[in-house]
């Protein structure tokens, strides 16, 4: 029992290493859950607001862009029409979207917003929300690099668990999931298309 526990510490610890050099490595492009500006067509855009801090996804607290991005994409639920207020104040009804609820910080008053639309992707099959926002790069202060750390690690423990309980709802399938010839592919696939700084973020999720 000792060895399990003490292998399953020096994973995480490898893990949390792995994903400190990353961050560091792009410490000049770590993004913030504040809205620069919005992408073409997004739909968010009808609820959302420029400089909208996001605080949290259906109730989970976000501290990071890509924190926030997955939240989006995960949490979401695809709705077959939402009504929304357009700029001069009509109703504009969308459809086949995804809609989720996000607490934003706006104007120093903390707001819930309701059923929140982006647009539908798929993904292995099953329908995800896209994030349809630019945001604000965050300073590259010793805090938020540390921010940063415990918010990547703490992400791909909660992937991890969202895809377990993904393929037990029927969500996942099990051809989604990875062997080692996948996670190599994957590796090599990232390494052509990315660079070589987002492999050390696949190593940081292999221990």
């Not at 329908?127 to 992400?155: C, G, P, W």
Request: with cysteine; hydrophobic share 45%.
């Amino acid at each position: 029992m000792l060895i399990i526990v003490a292998g399953g510490i020096f994973n995480l610890i490898t893990g949390v290493i792995f994903f400190a050099i990353f961050v560091f490595i792009i410490r000049n492009s770590l993004g913030s859950t504040v809205i620069y500006d919005f992408t073409d067509d997004a739909v968010s855009s009808y609820v959302l607001k420029q400089n909208d801090k996001i605080l949290e996804v259906n109730g989970k607290k976000v501290g990071i862009s890509s924190d926030a991005v997955f939240r989006i994409a995960w949490e979401a639920v695809k709705t077959p029409s939402v009504e929304v207020t357009g700029e001069n104040g009509e109703k504009i009804v969308l459809e086949n979207v995804c809609v989720v609820d996000l607490t934003v910080l706006r104007d120093g008053e903390v707001l819930l917003l309701e059923d929140v639309p982006f647009s539908s992707g798929e993904s292995d099959g099953f329908s995800m929300a896209e994030a349809d926002f630019i945001v604000y790069r965050d300073a590259t202060d010793v805090k938020n690099i540390f921010k940063h750390i415990f918010y990547q690690t703490k992400l791909s423990v909660d992937q991890v668990w969202a895809a377990l309980g993904g393929i037990f709802t029927g969500r996942v399938g099990f051809e989604s999931v990875s062997g080692p010839i996948g996670v190599t592919n994957a590796i090599n696939q990232t390494a052509n298309t990315a660079g070589y700084r987002f492999v050390i973020y696949f190593a940081a999720l292999l221990p």
